[in-house]
């Protein structure tokens, strides 16, 4: 079997083992974090805190907390107490390794990254710049995350534009939909690289080089995706793309990611008028001369007190992990997982998107005829932990889960059935 490379190196006739139309998605970085290494980790619990009687399947919620970085909040919160320590340069220069380590994963510079609290923040960076005029239309997706939905409502609402909802039938791809949405009045296209109810993928190469072909702007949230399915930014080139932290990150909460191409970088408006995003800031002598220039590239765009002593190496231990264990292999191993789910959840009559329509660490499973009343207590009494929403369950693992947590939840599952 040939190993499972990235697109341009795949000739016809090669198979991606388990990864259908996978590989199709592969950036073409060669940065050795996006590494052509798709072998299979094996399980990782020991390195988080997570009970025995404890199956949880659902990291799109809220990943666990690696112990590494746990230690080094607790690292991080005694150093606090001794201020004396930080300099100028410091303080603002404190955060360069996790900048560096968010570009990274995502195949940017370090340059082109500024630190923010929430997604929500991010999209409302991004909708302060990019242009929308009268008459033209912001595409999403139908049910898309509404952090990245208010924000070009509201946008569309002030400017006389509109918001065009991308809709598809359960078996088409949002691919499709999206490109089938984007014309003339296209002003921005604001879409995750998946849906954040099923994993369904969403092709942001193809979106993205319709979306120049149109003039228009293309802004990503990659909360669902960025730290375990490939991202390069270098092959997208959105306008904005952006993370939260919290979840396939394995960071804290409230220290997320925004990449801003660098045509952004010169002039953008950021949200706030911080000091600390002026150019000659870490010169505490010199702060009231007041400067009209910013710090070089998107650190501008950093939230107020970005330097975040207690947060920033907590997250940074989480983004070391993940680049030590390669966005590949975490995806080819989870991958394995959800298909193990998916082809049991088919048998009992379940309605799954088929892998190569979704991403590898995430599915979500239909109920035809409704949920199965017993379900979620059952769930809770079991302790298997996955989204329950409406008619549909998201299951959303990670490397500390392995046969036997899927086991436990198909159990479960079938159960609530009779
Ligand atoms: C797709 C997506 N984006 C963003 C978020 C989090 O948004 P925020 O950081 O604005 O709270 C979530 C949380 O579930 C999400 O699923």
Same mark, same amino acid.
């Given at each position: 079997?040939?190993?499972?490379?990235?697109?341009?190196?795949?000739?016809?006739?090669?198979?991606?083992?388990?990864?259908?139309?996978?590989?199709?998605?592969?950036?073409?970085?060669?940065?050795?974090?996006?590494?052509?290494?798709?072998?299979?980790?094996?399980?990782?619990?020991?390195?988080?805190?997570?009970?025995?009687?404890?199956?949880?399947?659902?990291? /799109?919620?809220?990943?666990?907390?690696?112990?590494?970085?746990?230690?080094?909040?607790?690292?991080?919160?005694?150093?606090?107490?001794?201020?004396?320590?930080?300099?100028?340069?410091?303080?603002?220069?404190?955060?360069?390794?996790?900048?560096?380590?968010?570009?990274?994963?995502?195949?940017?510079?370090?340059?082109?990254?500024?630190?923010?609290?929430?997604?929500?923040?991010?999209?409302?960076?991004?909708?302060?710049?990019?242009?929308?005029?009268?008459?033209?239309?912001?595409?999403?997706?139908?049910?898309?995350?509404?952090?990245?939905?208010? /924000?070009?409502?509201?946008?569309?609402?002030?400017?006389?534009?509109?918001?065009?909802?991308?809709?598809?039938?359960?078996?088409?791809?949002?691919?499709?939909?999206?490109?089938?949405?984007?014309?003339?009045?296209?002003?921005?296209?604001?879409?995750?690289?998946?849906?954040?109810?099923?994993?369904?993928?969403?092709?942001?190469?193809?979106?993205?080089?319709?979306?120049?072909?149109?003039?228009?702007?293309?802004?990503?949230?990659?909360?669902?995706?960025?730290?375990?399915?490939?991202?390069?930014?270098?092959?997208?080139?959105?306008?904005?793309?952006?993370?939260?932290?919290?979840?396939?990150?394995?960071?804290?909460?409230?220290?997320?990611?925004?990449?801003?191409?660098?045509?952004?970088?010169?002039?953008?408006?950021?949200?706030?008028?911080?000091?600390?995003?002026?150019?000659?800031?870490?010169?505490?002598?010199?702060?009231?001369?007041?400067?009209?220039?910013?710090?070089?590239?998107?650190?501008?765009?950093?939230?107020?007190?970005?330097?975040?002593?207690?947060?920033?190496?907590?997250?940074? /231990?989480?983004?070391?992990?993940?680049?030590?264990?390669?966005?590949?292999?975490?995806?080819?191993?989870?991958?394995?997982?959800?298909?193990?789910?998916?082809?049991?959840?088919?048998?009992?009559?379940?309605?799954?998107?088929?892998?190569?329509?979704?991403?590898?660490?995430?599915?979500?499973?239909?109920?035809?005829?409704?949920?199965?009343?017993?379900?979620?207590?059952?769930?809770?009494?079991?302790?298997?932990?996955?989204?329950?929403?409406?008619? /549909?369950?998201?299951?959303?693992?990670?490397?500390?889960?392995?046969?036997?947590?899927?086991?436990?939840?198909?159990?479960?599952?079938?159960?609530?059935?009779?």
């Amino acid at each position: 079997m040939l190993p499972c490379r990235p697109h341009r190196f795949t000739t016809a006739g090669e198979t991606c083992h388990g990864l259908g139309n996978f590989a199709t998605f592969w950036p073409q970085s060669d940065d050795t974090v996006i590494s052509k290494d798709d072998a299979r980790l094996p399980l990782q619990r020991e390195l988080f805190d997570l009970p025995d009687d404890v199956a949880f399947l659902n990291c /799109a919620y809220m990943s666990p907390q690696l112990r590494a970085v746990t230690r080094a909040g607790i690292e991080a919160v005694k150093q606090k107490a001794r201020p004396w320590g930080v300099s100028g340069p410091e303080w603002l220069g404190g955060v360069e390794p996790l900048r560096e380590a968010a570009a990274r994963l995502m195949g940017a510079d370090s340059d082109g990254i500024a630190l923010i609290p929430a997604a929500s923040y991010g999209i409302a960076i991004a909708a302060a710049n990019v242009p929308l005029r009268k008459g033209q239309n912001v595409v999403v997706l139908h049910e898309q995350f509404p952090s990245n939905v208010y /924000a070009w409502r509201e946008l569309a609402k002030a400017r006389g534009a509109g918001v065009r909802i991308a809709r598809k039938g359960p078996n088409d791809a949002w691919t499709e939909a999206v490109l089938d949405s984007i014309d003339e009045d296209t002003g921005i296209v604001a879409v995750p690289p998946c849906h954040w109810t099923d994993g369904a993928v969403v092709d942001l190469v193809r979106i993205g080089e319709r979306v120049r072909a149109a003039g228009a702007s293309l802004v990503v949230d990659a909360s669902q995706a960025l730290g375990v399915w490939p991202i390069d930014v270098a092959v997208i080139k959105p306008d904005f793309l952006i993370s939260a932290g919290y979840k396939w990150l394995l960071g804290p909460y409230s220290l997320g990611y925004l990449y801003a191409n660098p045509k952004w970088c010169e002039s953008g408006r950021p949200l706030e008028a911080s000091w600390m995003t002026r150019a000659g800031a870490e010169n505490f002598a010199a702060l009231v001369d007041y400067v009209d220039d910013y710090r070089p590239g998107a650190r501008r765009f950093d939230m107020g007190e970005f330097s975040q002593f207690v947060l920033a190496p907590m997250a940074l /231990a989480g983004l070391t992990q993940i680049l030590e264990w390669k966005v590949q292999r975490l995806q080819s191993t989870l991958r394995r997982l959800t298909d193990l789910v998916a082809e049991e959840a088919r048998a009992l009559g379940y309605a799954v998107l088929e892998s190569d329509r979704r991403v590898g660490h995430m599915l979500g499973l239909r109920f035809p005829d409704g949920m199965p009343e017993a379900l979620p207590r059952r769930l809770e009494q079991s302790r298997v932990f996955v989204s329950v929403r409406g008619d /549909a369950i998201r299951v959303s693992p990670h490397v500390y889960n392995n046969e036997d947590d899927v086991a436990r939840f198909l159990s479960v599952l079938r159960d609530a059935l009779v």
